[in-house]
């Protein structure tokens, strides 16, 4: 039994973390969205910070911040030179590809810099998913409703790594597993 107890110390604080957050949800997403959930942003975020460093979390929140960046950046240099270009290959305008190459080349080159300045890659890449995942909830990636959003279950997720780590290791703790 107590190999049992042992091992289902984790499930246990990330199924009652889960519990809280859907909850939790439930009461604050109406008022960004009627009938809206964004539980699944929360669920994304809370993987950035699982059993990470507090500046790690703090990095990945920028992060957010700088891929809905990124992400209207996509858009915007891919409809303005898509106006000018007007060429298609296959089903997608070639600005498209150009926008997407030319964001991501340089997220990732300032990568290389990050001992200059609070950088996350997996922050910033979740940020632009999230960015885009807004638009299948019909929400526009350049509405700053999104971005309040991404920041505001963005939290939820640090909250919920945050809860999940000390939960965890305090119950670990007193039932001496190692």
Do not use: E
Not at 108 to 135: C, E, H, P, R
Request: hydrophobic content about 55%; overall charge positive; charged content about 10%.
């Amino acid at each position: 039994m107590g190999k049992f107890i042992k091992t289902s110390v984790t499930p246990l604080v990330v199924g009652l973390i889960a519990t809280t957050l859907v909850f939790t949800d439930s009461l604050i997403a109406p008022f960004f969205m009627a009938g809206a959930s964004f539980t699944w942003m929360a669920f994304i975020n809370w993987t950035v910070f699982f059993r990470s460093s507090f500046i790690d979390r703090v990095k990945a929140i920028i992060g957010y911040i700088i891929g809905y960046l990124s992400a209207n950046a996509i858009v915007l240099i891919g409809t303005n030179l898509g106006n000018v270009m007007r060429l298609k290959l296959i089903n997608i305008s070639v600005a498209s590809i150009i926008a997407v190459f030319l964001i991501n080349f340089f997220v990732m080159y300032f990568d290389k810099f990050k001992k200059l300045f609070m950088y996350s890659i997996s922050g910033i890449f979740v940020g632009m998913a999230l960015t885009f995942s807004g638009a299948g909830v019909s929400l526009q990636v350049n509405d700053p409703k999104l971005l309040l959003i991404i920041i505001v279950y963005g939290v939820f997720g640090l909250l919920c790594g945050i809860g999940t780590n000390f939960f965890v290791d305090k119950i670990n703790k007193k039932i001496k597993v190692k």
